[in-house]
């Protein structure tokens, strides 16, 4: 067996058919496909028996509800590839998507990392996938990985956010050769009702800051992973409440490392450097204000002297 597939299932009946569907319609066809059904109430578990009634290179295992986590490792274990490919069960993948990627497992290639397409459910709206670091989204949907590079690596249990991050850069600690590819096929479903849009609290952005900062990364890859994140809350903030206690811990982790020497700005791209500085070495959240109006201004005058 070349390739296993492993597919979290839970509630998402009304995806589940496409998503199986590009799956049996790949052009590589030396796979087995794990679904693990986590607990799904909406019948998205009769949905999965069908398929694997059809097809024997489907199987399901039927847990109760532990979350992504636990699924990926319940497949992991019994999974019989010589790669590991993930498939979320509400995404789909063009049909050369697989044939693609395995055209660079290679002798020598521990991970293939490649792009996505997206799309944002009930806005019409989709586009290019930027591309992305292992280290700093995760997103196992887009990688390969050789079973014997994982060895007994699994995914951080009770974790709702990031947990990706964490099982690769733990990965990238094995110091593993990694593909990088532009290819382009994985169609990632952004839905307003998934479980991180509607259940990410401060709690999981604090559990996600405190295991990444337990890794032995280098500087430059904890620094980029935990600044862009840093430059999100920033952004999202609530500028009536501020930040709740959970995420000024977080953002004390980041000040900690920085002043410790740890961290380094530089490893924060662009207008959010100076901002930030001034931010977390002075307390004064206006000085981050300014530096964002200061950025508009000039790009609307840029604008205006090319134009």
Not at 95 to 106: Q, R
Not at 135 to 162: E, F, H
Not at 270 to 283: D, Q, Y
């Amino acid at each position: 067996m070349k390739l296993s597939i492993i597919v979290p299932v839970y509630n998402v009946a009304p995806y589940l058919r496409e998503c199986l569907e590009s799956l049996l319609a790949q052009t590589f066809r030396d796979w087995e496909c794990i679904c693990v059904d986590d607990g799904s109430t909406d019948g998205s578990a009769e949905i999965l028996e069908k398929y694997a009634a059809a097809d024997s290179r489907i199987r399901v295992i039927h847990q109760a509800n532990q979350g992504v986590s636990v699924a990926r490792n319940v497949a992991i274990d019994v999974a019989r590839g010589e790669w590991l490919g993930f498939l979320d069960a509400d995404d789909s993948i063009e049909a050369d998507w697989f044939e693609k990627m395995m055209s660079y497992a290679k002798d020598g290639v521990d991970i293939v990392h490649a792009d996505s397409r997206y799309c944002f459910e009930g806005t019409g709206s989709s586009g290019e996938g930027t591309y992305r670091t292992f280290l700093r989204d995760g997103w196992s949907q887009l990688n390969i990985v050789r079973r014997s590079i994982v060895g007994t690596t699994r995914y951080p249990v009770g974790m709702r956010l990031k947990e990706d991050v964490v099982f690769f850069a733990t990965l990238a600690l094995k110091e593993p050769s990694v593909a990088w590819v532009r290819e382009r096929g994985y169609n990632y479903r952004a839905r307003e009702d998934s479980a991180l849009a509607v259940h990410v609290s401060s709690e999981d952005s604090l559990r996600f800051a405190e295991e990444i900062s337990k890794l032995q990364l280098p500087r430059e890859d904890i620094g980029r992973t935990l600044g862009y994140d840093l430059i999100l809350w920033v952004k999202g903030r609530d500028k009536r409440s501020g930040y709740d206690s959970k995420k000024c811990r977080i953002l004390k982790l980041w000040r900690d490392g920085v002043k410790s020497g740890e961290l380094r700005f530089r490893d924060l791209r662009g207008w959010w450097r100076p901002g930030l500085w001034f931010w977390l070495h002075t307390g004064r959240l206006w000085l981050f204000d300014a530096t964002i109006f200061l950025r508009v201004w000039v790009e609307v005058l840029f604008k205006k002297a090319v134009g």
